[in-house]
């Protein structure tokens, strides 16, 4: 047997791993650009433009635009999806989002509770 010949039966060399690396193609990386952009200039407007008339509103309409463009870079740009390296590379991702979810509602409750139950109430007919 040659060196070409055993280097095609040997594991991890057949055709179905190689397809699970397939990177995207022109029109994906197309469509991912032209999506974020859009979902950068529809916020940029709803600021520039106060069309919604409430900061509040505002705020939230720009964070609902975050999170859709971050989900368009993953599958677009990363290549993220359920089937890419058997299910682990999003597997990761979610377990990442629930510890950093997590970490920042524990750190905000912490910080939180603290502000409420340490300082000294504030009696403003005590001025000395």
Do not use: K
Request: charged fraction near 5%; hydrophobic fraction near 50%; charge should be negative.
């Amino acid at each position: 047997m040659s060196s070409e010949t055993n280097a095609q039966h040997q594991p991890g060399h057949d055709d179905h791993a190689a397809e699970e690396h397939v990177h995207g193609s022109f029109n994906g990386y197309m469509i991912g650009f032209g999506l974020s952009v859009v979902l950068t200039a529809i916020p940029f407007w709803l600021v520039m433009s106060g069309a919604l008339g409430s900061n509040q509103l505002t705020a939230f309409a720009i964070m609902a635009f975050a999170v859709v463009q971050i989900l368009v870079h993953m599958v677009f740009f990363l290549h993220m999806n359920g089937r890419s390296e058997g299910g682990w590379s999003l597997l990761a991702l979610l377990f990442t989002l629930i510890l950093v979810v997590i970490v920042l509602a524990g750190s905000l409750w912490v910080m939180y509770h603290l502000n409420t139950n340490m300082m000294p109430p504030h009696d403003m007919r005590q001025v000395p």
